[in-house]
């Protein structure tokens, strides 16, 4: 036996009768808006439609990248035959799925003229915002908001012109990027990764407006799931004690969401599986439940069950 904090400054001795009584005591709240959003839910039925077309033509199937931030879904595909590759080198011709943060246009010629065939699980924003890129006038100065190195923003990094020439940009993470860019004429287009947290975003338009002025205008926008997601994520964090977080401890989209609870100033707890589920997560008597757009259904119903002692 060992003491036990529990909400309310109220402390008990913890027996395996306590465990049974405060799993009784606990209620969960999901959240209104979690789980695969569209475009996760599209590539992870193009990744099936992948390894179907490859098995009939007799041939690999691949994923470009990882397709989505979820290793347990990653992990599932691998094992009936997705293989995980990243240039066109890595292995022979066959069937590649383009992961949803979309590709490069430089890596997608290669992988064409290398003999692949692709099946385009890039997410719809991501493509229309490649496109608004491809769009912009030659003098114009292209500015990403968004965390360096994350796929989405490599993907907007390497739009190419109409003769195959990479169409130059700058990345900014936080506003002193903004700062330290060139003071320059023509116009400046702040595009961003659409699952950037809002409140960065935010920040870095602000700043964008305040050094360019008029000179600035925005070509895309935070994806519209994403902010339908927080803002149902800050009504549950007004209703609970706790939140428990279910996603890719590699999701940049779940740790915002992390961040957001703590923002918040309640406790969050991230965890990719019920396996991690933990009799602290259970000792509060109304907890939140949420996850990021790359987790399964079938998670999200395990750590709920977890949660209730269902699965201990």
């Known amino acids: 036996m060992f003491d036990y904090v529990v909400p309310h400054g109220r402390q008990v ?3 395996a ?3 049974i009584f405060l799993e009784a005591l606990v209620e969960i709240i999901l959240s209104e808006t979690l789980g695969f959003c569209v475009g996760v839910r599209q590539v992870v039925d193009l990744a099936h439609e992948c390894l179907k077309k490859a098995s009939q033509k007799n041939i690999p199937a691949y994923s470009i990248g990882w397709f989505i931030h979820n290793q347990r879904v990653v992990k599932q ?3 009936l035959g997705l293989r995980h590759i990243e240039q066109p080198e890595d292995a022979p011709a066959g069937v590649a799925l383009v992961r949803a943060h979309g590709i490069t246009d430089e890596l997608r010629n290669r ?3 290398a003999g692949f065939e692709l099946i385009d699980g890039t997410c719809r924003n991501v493509e229309y915002s490649q496109k608004i890129i491809r769009d912009v006038n030659k003098d114009d100065h292209i500015v990403i ?4 190195g994350h796929s989405e923003v490599t993907a907007l990094s390497g739009v190419q012109d109409n003769d195959g020439v990479v169409i130059p940009s700058f990345v900014v993470q936080n506003t002193q990027d903004v700062n330290n860019l060139p003071h320059i004429g023509g116009r ?3 595009m961003t990764q659409t699952t950037l947290p809002a409140s960065e975003y935010k920040n870095i338009l602000q700043a964008m407006k305040q050094k360019f002025g008029d000179s600035m205008i925005i ?3 935070l994806c519209a799931g994403a902010l339908r997601r927080n803002k149902a994520l ?3 964090c007004g209703q609970v004690e706790a939140v428990i977080v279910v996603g890719g401890k590699n999701s940049a989209n779940t740790t915002a969401l992390v961040h957001l609870v703590e923002d918040n100033g309640l406790p969050a707890f991230h965890v990719e599986s019920a396996e991690e589920v933990t009799e602290q997560m259970r000792c509060y008597s109304i907890v939140g439940l949420t996850a990021g757009t790359s987790t399964p259904q079938s998670d999200i119903d395990e750590v709920y069950k977890a949660l209730k002692g269902e699965m201990l």
């Open 77 to 79: 595909l691998s094992e």
């Open 234 to 236: 800050i009504d549950l």
């Open 219 to 221: 070509g895309n926008h």
């Open 188 to 190: 400046w287009v702040l």
């Open 17 to 19: 009768l306590t465990a």
């Open 13 to 15: 001795v913890y027996t």
């Open 145 to 148: 908001a968004g965390i360096a």
């Open 111 to 113: 992988f064409i003229q």
